[in-house]
């Protein structure tokens, strides 16, 4: 991390920030660089946040062995580095002012934080949005920067896409440029310890800087013995058109697929097709849901009803209920029994694809006029009615395929599948989507090689 700064020929004196220090051993990289001779500075004065106290003593300790070094010297916050930046940025009388700060290298920590928490509230008095402290600390330091300043932190990747980091992503692009993007092929390698649901990033961002061109590198774990470095332009990193702006990353199969655009060329919206997540909630309707179907209630779906792509109902060996009641309390989160393309909406971190398709055929389920589906799924419908056979089992062979994965890998990098990341990605025109279908009829559990080969056929 330390490395990805660009050095400034310059300037003189920096002024470095590590907010959420722990122990130090990013601050120590960084004057390992400065004192090997990488940077040009004369001097480094370092401000160091940790909120932790029986990491304190740590801290000083790392510290402690530059302090006797011509040129550094710094200063041990033990307050919440939240509070303190606020405080600096609200401009407020009798506020104490941090410096304006040339360079910062983060860990910083994971944890939501609640809509009506102190921390969100304080957040908000200087403009800034955000669900996540990670996030929370990366907005601050830019805030925190001079212009031109450097920030490189170590982050989750769920800032990427998803409504609800939508204000952070806007307030990166306005505030800095993205320089550089460091992505580990394997989660559970680079972080075996850690236990991670979804994946980790490096950035490296400029306040105030004029975007450009943006380096994407990749190892495959953290010893960054096979490092990978291309640019990529901004706009195949933020898609011009994307409402949402994600922060698509693409792999080298992307470039690929990017020049066969017939797939990625029709939105749910022109195909009159909708995605929503499983309306079913099921501790709210517990008192309406059954182990055993009856005649006259719905039957009800679970992801655990969907086994190598195929539908097995009702279930006894699990412990979910198979059918809920039909009655007016239900019948407003039930849809009509048809045929319906259904994703679920997490995956685990073993699964060879993010997205896992499958289709809904009412014919299993008999007489039944209503069906429920819950909300660990994503369901595609017409208006909260069924779609035509050859378009669910279209969509299922279509969403099931390697490069569908690889595209939607881009920009997600979590074990979570979001109706609204499905919303955004391109489709096939509605006839491809057809023919997929038809072929995805006559096959009994085709293997990955096939599903990938029909995709190239009918995509291009």
């Known amino acids: 991390m330390a490395g990805f700064f660009s050095a400034d020929k310059e300037l003189a004196d920096c002024r470095l920030l590590d907010a959420g220090a722990g122990i130090g051993s990013l601050s120590a990289a960084f004057l390992r660089r400065w004192k090997s001779g990488e940077f040009n500075f004369k001097s480094v004065a370092l401000d160091a946040f940790e909120y932790d106290d029986p990491l304190i003593p740590h801290l000083n300790e790392t510290l402690a062995n530059w302090g006797n070094d011509s040129g550094f010297s710094y200063t041990v916050h033990m307050r919440d580095f939240i509070t303190a930046a606020v405080e600096s940025l609200s401009e407020e009388l009798f506020a104490v002012k941090l410096p304006s700060y040339s360079h910062a290298i983060l860990n ?4 939501k934080i609640r809509n009506v928490s102190p921390q969100r509230l304080s957040l908000r008095r200087v403009g800034i949005q955000t669900v996540n402290l990670y996030s929370a600390f990366v907005a601050l330091s830019i805030g925190l920067m001079r212009e031109g300043g450097q920030v490189v932190a170590i982050i989750p990747r769920s800032f990427c896409n998803g409504p609800y980091y939508r204000p952070f992503r806007d307030w990166i692009y306005s505030s800095a440029a993205i320089r550089r993007i460091h992505l580990f092929d394997s989660r559970t390698k680079a972080f075996k310890d850690d236990n991670v649901l979804q994946e980790n990033v490096i950035i490296h961002l400029e306040k105030g800087g004029q975007q450009t061109a943006v380096t994407i ?33 693409p792999s080298k199969s992307i470039k690929r697929l990017a020049k066969r655009s017939a797939w990625v060329s029709h ?16 501790y709210r309707l517990k008192n309406y849901l059954i182990k055993l179907p009856q005649n006259g209630n719905a039957p009800l779906l679970y992801p655990a009803h969907f086994t190598s792509g195929d539908l097995e109902w009702p279930r006894m060996d699990i412990k979910k209920p198979n059918a809920i009641e039909q009655n007016p309390e239900t019948l407003k989160w039930l849809y009509p029994s048809g045929f319906y393309c259904v994703v679920r909406r997490f995956s685990s971190k ?3 694809r993010r997205i896992v398709a499958s289709v809904i055929d009412p014919a299993i389920f008999g007489s039944a006029t ?18 035509p056979e050859e378009i669910s089992r279209g969509l299922a062979v279509f969403l099931n395929s390697t490069p569908v994965d690889e595209y939607f890998r881009s920009f997600n990098g979590h074990t979570q599948v979001n109706a609204t990341d499905l919303k955004l990605m391109k489709y096939p025109h509605f006839e491809d989507l057809a023919r997929l279908g038809r072929w995805g009829k006559k096959q009994v559990r ?8 029909k995709v190239r056929e009918i995509t291009g």
């Open 108 to 111: 910083p920590p994971y944890k």
């Open 217 to 249: 590198s990749t190892s495959t774990d953290d010893k960054f013995e096979d490092v990978v470095v291309r640019q990529e332009q901004f706009d195949r990193i933020v898609h011009p058109d994307d409402p949402e702006k994600f922060i698509h990353i």
């Open 267 to 282: 939105s749910l919206s022109d195909l009159g097709l909708k995605i929503s997540t499983g309306p079913v909630v099921d």
């Open 350 to 352: 073993e699964e060879k």
């Open 370 to 387: 209503m069906i429920g589906i819950e909300n660990h799924l994503n369901v595609f419908h017409q208006d909260k009615r069924g779609l």
């Open 446 to 453: 085709p293997c990955q090689a096939k599903i990938d080969q």
